[in-house]
């Protein structure tokens, strides 16, 4: 079984006579040994092939809940967000609302944290399972 012990870059010490050789096609040199052999081997990665290639677009991340701040007094914004499916949160005082909505409406300057959560039952479900009573009397 062969190890490589170096990978150079062209132009760094030991790539010298492969960058003479191949010039611009040259990627990179290894030394890889083979100790049942008792031998080195150099082996080279070169360009072959050249083409135009367009890179896919970003992937979309997916959205996730977060909190907007929004005043009382303004119910038109409060409307909006909940025709969108935001919910109100009152422990925390914010609306929470899928992520790229608040973006599509643009509501992004309200957000006041990046993530609430990825799943608005999984902390009433944690709450429960914990023994923590979330009533107020």
């Not at 079984?1 to 990627?27: A, I, S, W």
């Not at 007094?73 to 409307?79: D, F, L, N």
Request: a positive charge; hydrophobic letters at 30%; proline letters at 4%.
């Amino acid at each position: 079984m062969m190890q490589t012990r170096r990978t150079l870059v062209p132009g760094q010490k030991g790539t010298k006579k492969f960058l003479d050789h191949y010039g611009e096609k040259l990627c990179s040199v290894r030394y890889r040994y083979d100790k049942q052999r008792g031998k080195r081997f150099t082996t080279v990665e070169i360009i072959v092939e050249e083409s135009d290639w367009i890179p896919p677009a970003d992937p979309i991340a997916e959205p996730v809940i977060v909190g907007l701040r929004v005043g009382l007094h303004e119910v038109s914004i409060q409307r909006i967000i909940k025709q969108a499916g935001g919910k109100w949160d009152r422990q925390k005082q914010v609306w929470e609302i899928l992520s790229d909505r608040a973006i599509a409406l643009g509501l992004t300057d309200r957000i006041v944290n990046q993530q609430v959560s990825t799943n608005r039952h999984q902390q009433t479900e944690n709450n429960r399972n914990s023994g923590v009573s979330t009533n107020r009397r």
